[in-house]
């Protein structure tokens, strides 16, 4: 690597199991906002899509790992991984990102501190001013 030559991208140990041939527009959907999410916040991914031919080992690992909703035979996509441990499928994904705790949701360190409500805030300045005494 020479001078002024960019580092090479991290690897991508986020891993998103989509299908590229789903029929249901709620999983195509889900997908999509599941990458638009990570892509904006610069955390590398990789996209493996269980229905392209040659991807059934991808595809067992898949379905063995994550957890499957109720009435369905196998969990479907999207499915979330870092590495080989499961994170979770779409609503746990959009639960955290709604709650500020995705990066915990992926297992990565935090880029930016956790934002705290302004209530929170308020009680915590609260708890630092020193305690006055009573008038002289």
Do not use: W
Not at 9 to 36: L, V
Not at 46 to 58: C, K, L, Y
Not at 81 to 96: I, M, T
Request: glycine share 8%.
């Amino acid at each position: 690597m020479g001078e002024g030559e960019p580092a090479p991208a991290p690897a991508a140990d986020i891993k998103i199991f989509i299908s590229g041939n789903s029929g249901s527009k709620e999983i195509t959907n889900s997908q999509h906002r599941i990458t638009m999410i990570l892509k904006s916040l610069g955390i590398p991914l990789q996209q493996v899509d269980i229905s392209a031919p040659g991807t059934e080992e991808q595809r067992d690992i898949m379905r063995a790992g994550a957890k499957k909703k109720e009435g369905q035979r196998f969990a479907l996509p999207p499915q979330i991984f870092n590495g080989e441990k499961y994170c979770g499928d779409y609503d746990d994904f959009d639960v955290a990102n709604e709650d500020d705790e995705l990066e915990e949701f992926l297992c990565i360190p935090r880029k930016t501190p956790k934002a705290v409500p302004e209530e929170e805030k308020k009680q915590e300045d609260a708890e630092k001013l020193p305690a006055t005494d009573a008038a002289p």
